[in-house]
């Protein structure tokens, strides 16, 4: 009998979760939301360029390839040069930068400043865990052609962030924070042009003293500290994509607030962390995160006619097992695709790469998109499937007759080989969605 209700338990599993992907799967299968995104992507993250070709009388074969995207697919970098060896290093390295071109580098105070006036800015600094010194994610950067963002200038969350010898006294505090601000502008303002400028402000610790209006006061330092041209932003946690309040949701009055105050708010973050089971089996199931919901929360924020960055994303692998991994994998690739294709996202950027290298209690949700041997799950090998093939475009055509060619790609960086007989002739190309900065880049 024991075995017989297993059996009927183990079967009850298997339709329960098979309905829920059913319904799940119908969802985004829905023509009205995949009409929406696939219009979405070819509307705005493609367009057409147009470039000479020199005289010649026969046929000219082109080739058409592109080397990297406009748009901002990035992770955080908190473990380079922080695995237990060199192999895993390069590991690493070589898969972050076979897919990403952005990298969250940690600027965290409690960690960047652990002894008041002792600062982990150089490569030589002590080591701490998932919290390389930013000089050393900066040349990590420079290698691999990968954009820097720093976060974050401001949190006050005592656990993550804060010093342990900050003072209590909210006055000192307050110039403690323009100080940091202004060392941190004047040192990186030049190398790092993003910054998260308050992290997850909505959130109150009674036991940080915080100077009242903290984030209009770290805005307005961070305006004086880095130069005009540095994209400032604020960042906040998953709750807003369904505490969807319209223009009353507590962000969305934040972000108002403060834009009315004349802070200079650049771009928005919004986190998608799954830090639930319940969540996540809600997401699972389709009741919740669906295409409506995430399209309806994009619309809301883009309204203030700002970039968006989907900021940190964390999608478990729940069970940890097949079935959890091609569970994370079909949600990344839904998902990825969705953001994608809104007008306002500007940067989708998944937080862990790796299993086994989240903060202290997050490993539990197995939310990387390698092995922590570094083997591929089924997510990382879909977004490497979107990223560098679905997502870049590859042209190659004969042509005679024209002294031009006209063609339509995603917005990047190209190189366009030109075949006439024995003479070839390179060129690159910058096809943006800023039309001023498309055309023809010399060497």
Not at 99 to 125: D, H, M
Not at 290 to 314: C, M, V, W
Request: glycine share 6%.
């Amino acid at each position: 009998m024991k075995k017989i209700a297993s059996l009927f338990i183990i079967l009850i599993h298997f339709l329960v979760v098979g309905a829920q992907q059913t319904r799940l799967d119908s969802l985004w299968a829905d023509a009205g939301i995949e009409k929406r995104i696939a219009d979405g992507i070819e509307m705005h993250r493609k367009g057409d360029i147009i470039f000479n070709i020199p005289t010649y009388k026969g046929k000219s074969e082109i080739t058409i390839r592109q080397i990297n995207h406009e748009f901002q697919f990035g992770a955080n970098a908190f473990m380079v040069k922080g695995m237990e060896s060199e192999t895993r290093n390069r590991q690493y390295e070589d898969s972050f930068s076979r897919v990403f071109n952005l990298a969250a580098v940690p600027f965290y105070w409690q960690t960047l400043e652990p002894k008041r006036g002792i600062l982990r800015y150089a490569a030589n600094s002590e080591k701490i865990y998932r919290r390389p010194p930013p000089d050393v994610v900066l040349e990590f950067c420079r290698k691999y052609n990968i954009i820097p963002k720093g976060h974050t200038l401001v949190w006050n969350n005592p656990t993550h962030a804060v010093p342990t010898w900050m003072p209590k006294d909210t006055v000192e505090i307050e110039k403690l924070i323009s100080k940091r601000i202004s060392e941190i502008g004047e040192k990186y303002g030049k190398d790092i042009t993003t910054w998260d400028v308050v992290n997850e402000a909505l959130h109150y610790f009674p036991e940080v003293a915080m100077p009242s209006d903290f984030v209009y006061k770290s805005f307005k330092a961070a305006m004086k500290s880095f130069p005009a041209s540095t994209k400032l932003m604020i960042n906040e946690v998953t709750s807003i994509w369904q505490n969807n309040q319209q223009e009353y949701s507590p962000y969305y009055m934040m972000i108002q607030n403060l834009l009315l105050r004349e802070c200079k708010i650049d771009a928005i973050g919004m986190q998608f962390h799954f830090f639930s089971e319940m969540l996540h089996q809600n997401v699972s199931a389709g009741t919740a995160m669906t295409p409506k919901q995430l399209f309806a929360a994009l619309d809301l924020y883009g309204r203030f006619n700002k970039p968006l960055h989907i900021s940190e994303i964390t999608i478990p692998t729940l069970p940890y097992n097949a079935e959890g991994q091609l569970i994370q994998s079909k949600l990344t690739r839904n998902f990825y695709r969705l953001w994608f294709s809104h007008p306002s996202v500007e940067a989708i950027i998944w937080w862990n790469l790796v299993d086994g290298t989240a903060v202290k209690g997050e490993d539990k949700w197995n939310g990387g998109l390698l092995n922590n041997d570094f083997s591929a799950k089924p997510s990382y090998t879909a977004l490497n499937g979107l990223i560098n093939e679905e997502w870049k475009t590859r042209i190659d055509t004969t042509i005679s007759g024209k002294d031009n060619f006209l063609f339509r790609g995603f917005f990047g960086d190209y190189e366009v080989t030109i075949k006439q007989g024995k003479k070839i002739t390179k060129m690159k190309l910058r096809l943006s969605r800023d039309v001023s900065k498309s055309g023809t880049v010399l060497n």
